[in-house]
């Protein structure tokens, strides 16, 4: 199964983009794992929050197949655990042929890309910037990929 992160705007942070390459690396080694940042729009201070969702939504869509299994990381969605999101992971990974990730922009995302969605997922009931969010999300992967393997990067 391939998985894939797709995130709108580049990370801007060094220290993050830094610490999400390195993640990413090592989600490598257990999964084929790509992540793929879509363009910020450009001229958004006369474009509504809804306009702004709408484009994202547009350019997000572009880069999903019909079979993809497509999971939001929403503050709506289904919060898990991590060894519960392992074992989602392991499960997902019988099943999809290639499992999406999406951290929209700061709007959130467009009622075209929920209604494409799969399912939803949230890191935490708190509310964090979409620069850390992406970093929580590959450790949190990462972490998956261990407790699957049975290495010892988790404890309980």
Wanted: with cysteine; aromatic share 8%; proline share 4%.
């Amino acid at each position: 199964m391939k998985t894939e992160l797709i995130l709108v705007g580049k990370t801007t942070d060094s220290l993050f983009a830094k610490a999400i390459a390195d993640y990413a690396g090592r989600i490598a080694h257990y999964i084929p794992f790509a992540i793929t940042t879509l363009p910020e729009l450009k001229n958004t201070r006369k474009l509504s929050a809804e306009q702004q969702c709408t484009m994202e939504g547009e350019l997000i869509l572009r880069q999903l197949q019909p079979s993809d299994t497509v999971v939001l990381l929403d503050e709506h969605g289904r919060e898990l655990r991590s060894t519960e999101f392992a074992s989602w992971t392991e499960k997902k990974q019988q099943t999809a042929r290639r499992l999406v990730f999406v951290i929209g922009g700061p709007y959130g995302f467009s009622p075209a890309v929920y209604q494409r969605a799969n399912e939803q997922l949230s890191l935490s009931r708190m509310t964090f910037s979409h620069q850390m969010v992406r970093l929580i999300f590959v450790e949190q992967l990462y972490r998956a990929c261990t407790i699957i393997k049975g290495e010892p990067y988790h404890h309980e």
